[in-house]
């Protein structure tokens, strides 16, 4: 039979401390890299990591110089009341701990999942849960871990490898800009949340060694860096996804950035609209682990010295006493600032420094063979603060909200802004007739969009929901406006509800006449413009910009966005051309045959149909060539300081009107010929679009500056704060070689 | 207490050599028995004595106590000695194999009660047991709870003789034990401890022993009875023994080296110990391709999954993160809940309470009237409540679906555990959505993972995968092809887990990855 011995095996042991070191500290990873080491945060983990390995090493070691049974170790050599003063530091390390898992995940949860419920609710079912965990013991814990570790590593892998095609490289590079210090920082910050390797010291003699393990020679320090390097890999990948997808500025503003680009990578299938709450609910099951493993190590050194038979007791009090402290008002980043300065003044040094001395002394001792003789009576006095809660959690049922489908935003006089909500016909989904057009969208004019929200909330009897939306347009009163255009992206970045992969347009005059053509357009606006980004434009091979990629720009400063632009017709509307948001607003706009040119030279455009003029360009196109596939192609050089760029726009193209019957010979050089009438018509129009926005307009719609981050670095260091400079230095190379099929 | 019974209502009449005295003590214990037979008969020649048959009318086979027994000995006992009256009895009037010496009163009666035929003779202090039985009985039943596509249609029945017999036919095996004991101070329940010895462990077996005898209790009338007696996880509502009514069910898992017990009067055995992943393994599960097998286990563990999961996530999603659903499904769910006028929560359960209603009538309604009540109730007043509004035909949907999963589970008990663990989901989906619900399925894994069925881990082999060479895993989830399957499960003993070698020139060829 199985014994209840409270023994687990190598392999358990090594999930449970993928867990214990990932679950968190995932989350908090790429905001300490980033903050700490800029663009080089990813040479932070990698050091972090590396020191993890030493880390570990040291305390198994340590933890072999105590004879594995660390505490039994102290109790004889020095006796309880030593063994009492040893177990302090450990057991104020581990509370302050499950203090900041508990509130960091209170916060997180209630930002994401439970935005209206008490923030305390939660905090207490999560320990609650927890401590349930703890009771069971080492070995309900590690089984339970062999159960979900494929269920929870799995989607995330997978989430994480989806994140990287997204991911802009610029915002990762270049790598070696930051100083040494901030590396070395950043990578002793990293090395802090492999701190649980610490509990390795009480884990090793709940390791069963079977048989076959010994035979073998297997040694727990290998399963130890097997963990290790899990988590490093880890780290890195969500380090990678985050900084890639968020920019420096804000991965480095947020403790928990990470959180924001669960919105952001899209799962294939189209099942779910939004995966944040899938991937977090699943991400929660790792916590429960962590947070149990806290409690578990907290009850059972806190019994150890109390000698108590069953260290269940002691969970009551610790819940009691955890939520306590997590409930203290205080921002969670200053608890964050002072948790972070205890861990790396005291709570890292100490799981180094007090095994030492324990280890040293105790070989001392024995050297001298003298005996511990002070064995005194202590109590642990537990305080324990119950906190009243006030109220249930607060829901709202699905009819009694209003999912907004689409919302437009215009200014309004100076410093007025109007917003429409466009809401779903449901009557018409229920079959019962259609509702009024009218009273589909919701007109609000107030300062701002807090007010607006606070205007829509008296007027209706339904919750204002974001989590349906499928389209912003922007009028051109708001992207024009740089403050009006920054508070629109703050409350975008700050409302999680409001997912930052929604779509945005801009509007040619005013959102608000986009949004007129609501009742014309069948299924709504929101619908027909989810579709028009999802299916035509991407079709097009155009990119498609959403709410996230316009905050990346506005927090990186240096970035463009290229946003397609909508006009209203008569019942209709159409994609008129682009803007370009360029330093904090829609600085440049083009029209449809512009925007083309702009789109091949950023490498997009496939699908797209050419108009070769005659030399009258009064008459019909002379050839009409469809684009059927284009790459770009960008190579940087440096020449005497300044910078090249030789870049080729290449692709095949069929012709669909213009091509004359005639016999293969023939034909063959018609389509030689027009296939070089095509490249010098795409070269021009490129190279003047280039010319004109780029070199005039000192308006680097490529991105080019941020490109040369990971593609010349030494470009990137020469004009890093002198955009505009690198600008008017490029001498751009441009060959258009297409392939007439 | 009466004055032939102790307190703990054991006989304590003792027996004589008298006969009317031994008459008299079975008279008064069997004071009052209609239905007990006895008559008092002079048999043999010149030296005459007296003999005394009892036995419960309807328990034996009348026509052989008649023909076999009582005709040999008025015919046959002409020479009658003088001494050793007993003994010329036993060997020339009584014509059965089956016929054993009983001496004392209390062996008597439980003999009498359990359907055997006892003669008592003059002048001696013991009495002769004559093995006649013929209860009334439904012989081999067809399986009706477990009902499978391919293999065999026979069920257990509530006759323990019928059942080893059932057991015997498909295990021919000298070591396949069946240990036999009387539970129940008042109805003296035979009780059969199955195990194949050698492969079932000995500290199971030792265990099992020592938890039937732990309590005295008046009666067992079902091995459900039994299995709440012996269980250690009361307050758990997933059972710590595997029921089923399947003979080559319990055969197989006696071939895997689990231990069988069968209750008499009862048609479903218990068979231990378990595990979650045995309770997902249908009987033809080994009678079919391995394709099929594993697609089906599959099917049933996402039965399973939804029939915990789907309220409970429903309620969440709806109330707390409709941005999970795809922008269609929540405008098409809102617009279903349009006008309903009561709560998701509510409404959950008003359909969940009245499908348990339903099925609980269907389980206790006469046999014909099953099928009405499902039309009325399931189709009827379900359509009916959509079309008045007062449901939302998307619940009605969502609890049907959960409903079903439920019985992709192939064992019943199993099943209503998670039908029990699906409100507690659900009301912790309603408090606190989606964190909430996996709350809920944190504390549920926590509670399994603490489960232990006879020392066994109720989650092997999930939570131990790599145990028994990793063997385990191969009929779980997925079940490997027939031949890959070469090991006895973790319940076997360490040195009898091999199951299957192949034959290679006459001989056999051990499994690579024995111990």
Known sequence: MFSDNDKISLRQFTRLLVFDLFSVSGLIIPNLAAASSGRDGILAICLGTLYAFIYGYLI???????????????????????TFFVAIPYIVKLFLCLVFSARIFGQVINQTLLADTDNRIIILFLLMVSAYSASKGMEVRARITEIIYFLVMVPIVLFLLLGIRKVDPANLTPLFTESMKDIGAGSYLILLTF??????????????????????????????ARAITITGILDILMYVVTMGLLGRKETADKLWSAISIFQMVKLPGGLVQRQDAFILSIWLLSIFTLTGALFYYLSYISGHILKLSNRNYLLVPLILLVFGVAVIPIDTEQFFYY?????????????????????????????????????????????????SLTGCSDMTEIEDRNFIQAVGIDAKGKDMIEVYYILPDLKVLTKQAAEDPKRLKLAFADKDFS?????????????????????IILGDGISKSKDKMNAFLTYVENKYELGRNTPVFLAEGKAGDIMDLNSDIEGGIGDYLAQLSRINLRNNGIKEIDAGDLILARNEGNRTVI????????????????????????????????????????????????????????????????????????????????PYLDMI?????????????????????DIEKIEEECNAYVRENIAKTIKSICMDGKLDYMNLYPMTGYRKRSLWLDYKGRQADFLTNLSINLKVDFHIE | MTLLHDDKNHITALFSKSLDENIDTLSALFE????????????????QTDIFIIYIDNMIDKELLEMNTLLQLFRDLKEMPETDKFEYIKNQGIQTVDLVEVNTIAEIVGQILSGDTIILVDGYDKALKVSMRKMPNRGVPTSENEVSVRGSKESFSEALFINRVLLRRRIKDTNLKMKQLKIGTRTRTDVAVCYLEGVAKPEVLAEIERRLNEYVIDGILDSGMLEQLTERNTYSPFPEYQSTERPDKAAAAILDGRVVILVDNSPVVIVLPTTLNSFFQASDDAYTRWEVATFLRLLRYIGAFLTIALPGLYVAVLNYNAELLSPAMSLSFAAAREGVPFSVLVEVIIMEISFQMLLEAGVRMPGPMGGTLGIVGGLIIGDAAVNANIVSPIVVIVIALTAITAFTVPNEPFASAFRI???????????????????GITCLLIHLGGLKSFGMPYMVPFAASGINHGTDTKDAMLRFPFRKLRRRPLFASKDERTKLVKREGGKEMEDENED
């Not at chain 1, 829509?456 to 989590?467: C, I």
């Not at chain 1, 360029?582 to 997009?604: Q, R, T």
């Open chain 1, 60 to 82: 198994l070691i340590l933890c072999k110089q105590t004879g594995g049974r660390y505490l039994n170790y102290c109790d004889d050599n020095f006796g309880r009341f030593v």
């Open chain 1, 195 to 224: 701190s649980a390797l610490e509990m390795m010291i009480f884990a090793v003699p709940m390791i069963h060694y079977r048989k076959s393990d010994i035979k073998k020679g297997k040694k727990m320090y290998n399963y130890a």
């Open chain 1, 339 to 387: 948790f972070r300065r205890y861990m790396m003044y005291i709570g890292m040094p100490q799981s180094l420094i007090i095994p030492l001395l324990v280890a040293c002394t105790g070989k001392l001792k024995k050297f001298i063979n003298k005996k511990a003789v002070v064995n005194t009576v202590f109590a642990f006095i537990v305080a324990a603060g119950a906190v």
């Open chain 1, 451 to 471: 007010e607006v929200e606070e205007d829509y909330s008296l007027e209706n009897n339904k919750r204002l929901d974001f989590s349906q939306l499928k389209a």
């Open chain 1, 563 to 642: 946003l397609p632009m909508l006009h209203a017709d008569d019942k209709k509307m159409r994609v008129s051309g682009v803007g370009i948001y360029s330093e904090g607003a829609v600085g440049f706009y083009a029209n449809k045959e512009e925007s083309d040119f702009i789109y091949f030279s950023c490498g997009f455009g496939k699908n797209k149909v050419l108009y070769l003029p005659e030399d009258d360009k009064s008459n019909l196109p002379k050839y009409v060539i469809k684009i059927n596939r284009i790459t770009r192609t960008m190579e940087f050089r440096e020449d005497n300081g300044k």
């Open chain 1, 649 to 669: 726009v290449e692709g095949s193209a069929s012709i669909q009107k213009g091509l004359e019957k005639k016999e293969d010979r023939a034909k063959n050089s």
């Open chain 2, 32 to 47: 009052n028995c209609a239905d007990v037979v006895k008559r008092k008969f002079s048999v043999g020649g010149a030296n």
């Open chain 2, 421 to 439: 663990i699906r409100y507690f989901i659900l009301a912790l989906s309603a408090f606190l959505g989606l964190f909430g619900f996996i709350i």
